[in-house]
C-alpha cells in the first residue's frame, strides 16, 4: 500500500525537477550525504527511505517535510541521509541496514510496502529507532524502537467534501445540472477515483462524501478503482468514465494529475464538471475546474519526531494528528468554487479543531438501512463510542472499512 501522490506540477501534467534535489535512483542517495558528511548537531543522522524520489509527488511531499523539519530541530541538512526509489521489496532491509552502518540514531521510510522489512531490521538493530509510515504493526510488534506514523487525512478530505458539498448546491440552485446528472431517486451523481480498496482509501471516500452531505444531502457517489497508486492514463480514463455516468465532481484518492486534466478538458467542452484533487494544488492542470485538494503537512510529524530523537526519547509507537496540529488542510480555493466557500470551510475547520465535529459521526450515515453502534477491530478494539467511528486513534494508519448506504463500488 505505497502512499504516493504527485506534486510540484506544471501545466501539460508535468512534473518538475527541483532544484537542489538530487535523486540517485534505486536506493540512490542524495549528493553530500553518507559517511563523509559533516557531523552536525552532536552528530546526529537520520535516514530516509523513500519509495520514489522528488519527482513522485507523495515523496516529494515528504522530502519537503523532512527538509523543513530539520531546519526546524537543528539537524543539518548533510546529516540526513537519503535513500531514493527504493521499492517495497528486501532492497528497503539493504537500504535500512546501510543507513545503520552509516551511523543513523533514526530511520524513517514512507510506504507501508517497506513495513514487514523496517520490522525485521529494527529487531535486529534495538539502539537504532525506526519508523514505517502509514504502517499498522508497531504496536503489536513489541519492540521499542520500532513506530508507525500517518496523518488524519480524512478531516481534510471531510473539508475538501464541504467545498464540493457548496458548488452542488450552487449548481442545482442554478438550475445548471441536467437529468443525467441525477439518479433515479433524484440525488446528484459524484464521482470518486480511488486506488485500492484498502481502509484507507475507503476512509478518505467515505469522509469526502460525509463533508458534501453535511452541506447537500442529495447526493449519492460512485467509485471506480485504477488498482494503480499512480496510473495518470487509468485515473483520466477512470474520471472520463465516471462523468460519463453523470457525475459532477469527480474526487480522487490517486496520485496523477490524470483526473483532475480529464475534468478540465470536459469542462471546456462544455460540460459540468469540477475536481477536488489529492494533496497538491492541482490548478495548475485544472485551473477552472479544481476546486481545492486534500493536503497534509508532513513536516508536523517530523519536526515531533526528531525532537524526541534529539531528546533521547522513545518516538511515539503510534502517531496521527489532524488539523488540531495543522498536520492535515486544503490547498487554495480555485476561482470556481461557490460563493461563501471559504467562511464555510473556515467554520468546519474550526469545528473539527474544537472537537465539536467528528468526521465519522454515527448519526450522519447508514450501513444496511441502520445506524452502526458497535464496531470490533480484529484485535477486540471497539472503534465506536460516544457516538462516533474514532478514526486512527487506536492505530495511526486508517481502519475504517465500513461501506456506507449512498455510496457504490463500480469494480
Not at 525537477?17 to 552532536?42: D, I, K, L, Q, R
Not at 477515483?193 to 460525509?210: K, M
Not at 472537537?355 to 450501513?367: M, N, P, Q, R, Y
Not at 465506536?384 to 475504517?400: K, L, N, T
Amino acid at each position: 500500500m505505497k502512499k504516493r501522490l504527485l506534486a510540484a506540477l506544471m501545466a501539460g501534467v508535468t512534473v518538475f525537477s527541483m532544484a537542489g534535489c538530487t535523486s540517485g535512483g534505486n536506493g540512490g542517495e542524495a549528493a553530500g550525504s553518507g559517511e563523509g558528511a559533516a557531523a552536525g548537531n552532536n552528530g546526529t543522522k537520520i535516514g530516509a527511505i523513500l519509495v520514489g524520489d522528488e519527482n513522485e509527488g507523495y515523496t516529494y511531499a515528504h522530502i519537503e517535510g523532512i527538509k523543513k523539519a530539520a531546519e526546524a530541530s537543528g539537524i543539518a541538512a548533510e546529516n540526513i541521509i537519503w535513500k531514493y526509489s527504493v521499492p517495497e521489496d528486501e532492497s528497503c532491509e539493504t537500504a535500512a541496514k546501510d543507513l545503520v552502518d552509516q551511523g543513523c540514531s533514526a530511520i524513517f521510510s514512507n510506504s507501508y510496502g517497506h513495513q514487514s522489512f523496517m520490522q525485521q531490521v529494527a529487531s535486529e538493530y534495538p539502539d537504532v529507532s525506526f519508523v514505517s509510515m502509514t504502517g499498522d504493526t508497531a504496536a503489536a510488534s513489541g519492540l521499542d524502537n520500532f513506530s508507525n506514523a500517518f496523518t488524519k487525512i480524512y478531516e481534510s478530505r471531510y473539508v475538501s467534501g464541504v467545498v464540493a458539498g457548496m458548488k452542488v448546491a450552487e449548481l442545482v440552485a442554478n438550475n445548471e445540472l441536467d437529468a443525467k446528472n441525477y439518479d433515479a431517486d433524484g440525488n446528484v451523481l459524484i464521482g470518486y477515483v480511488g486506488a485500492y480498496p484498502y481502509a484507507e482509501v475507503v476512509s478518505g471516500y467515505t469522509a469526502f462524501f460525509l463533508g458534501v452531505q453535511s452541506v447537500y444531502q442529495n447526493v449519492s457517489m460512485e467509485v471506480t478503482y485504477t488498482n494503480s497508486w499512480f496510473d495518470i492514463t487509468a485515473e483520466g480514463e477512470a474520471a472520463n468514465a465516471l462523468m460519463a455516468d453523470g457525475c459532477v465532481i469527480i474526487g480522487q484518492h490517486a496520485d496523477s494529475t490524470g483526473a483532475p486534466t480529464a475534468v478540465q478538458a470536459a469542462l471546456d467542452s462544455g460540460k459540468v464538471a469540477y475536481s477536488v484533487g489529492y494533496n497538491v494544488d492541482m490548478l495548475n492542470v485544472a485551473p477552472t475546474a479544481a476546486l481545492t485538494s486534500a493536503t497534509n503537512n508532513w513536516s508536523v510529524y517530523y519536526k515531533h519526531a526528531f525532537d524526541q530523537v534529539l531528546a533521547g526519547s522513545k518516538i511515539d509507537t503510534n502517531w496521527a494528528e489532524g488539523y488540531s496540529q495543522d498536520a492535515v488542510a486544503i490547498t487554495a480555493l480555485g476561482p470556481s468554487v461557490a460563493a461563501g466557500t471559504a467562511d464555510k470551510v473556515a467554520e468546519v475547520e474550526a469545528a473539527i479543531k474544537s472537537g465539536s465535529l467528528h468526521v465519522f459521526d454515527t448519526s450522519k450515515f447508514t450501513v444496511g438501512g441502520s445506524n452502526l453502534s458497535s464496531f470490533v477491530l480484529d484485535d477486540g478494539y471497539e472503534a465506536i463510542s460516544d457516538g462516533y467511528f474514532h478514526e486512527s486513534e487506536h492505530v495511526s494508519a486508517p481502519y475504517f472499512s465500513l461501506r456506507i448506504d449512498g455510496i457504490k463500488e463500480l469494480n
